[in-house]
């Protein structure tokens, strides 16, 4: 089975940068699309951006143009660029399928954007 392990998050400045990794166990991951989720205090966790397993990314327009996701098929791994951080950035960030077929979730990682 699939085990997915987040990392890189962290306090931020706003206007700071982070990059968050991915780690994903097992070689089915690479046929996979795969996303970034986060969740926030008190709301339902939201779909931040997706990745094809050819490369085509997509991502929800409150991070447009600030995030970048990028994959490593030889490494089963996905990250998130994240510029220009914002508060409202603040969430646990999240890696996972894209399709309702979802892996475990893992245990995420905090991003805290705060002066």
């Known amino acids: 089975q699939v085990q997915l392990v987040e990392s890189g998050g962290g306090l931020v400045q706003p206007g700071g940068s982070l990059r968050l990794s991915c780690a994903a166990s097992?070689?089915?991951?690479?046929?996979?699309?795969m996303s970034w989720y986060r969740q926030a205090p008190g709301k339902q966790r939201e779909l931040v951006a997706t990745?094809?397993?050819?490369?085509?990314?997509s991502y929800a327009d409150a991070v447009k143009g600030r995030f970048t996701i990028s994959r490593d098929n030889a490494k089963n791994a996905v990250y998130l660029q994240m510029n220009t951080l914002k508060p409202e950035d603040t969430a646990v960030y999240y890696c996972n399928r894209a399709d309702s077929r979802k892996y475990p979730w893992g245990q995420g990682t905090q991003v805290t954007v705060s002066s």
């Open positions: 097992g070689s089915i991951f690479s046929f996979n699309i």
């Open positions: 990745i094809t397993n050819g490369g085509s990314t």
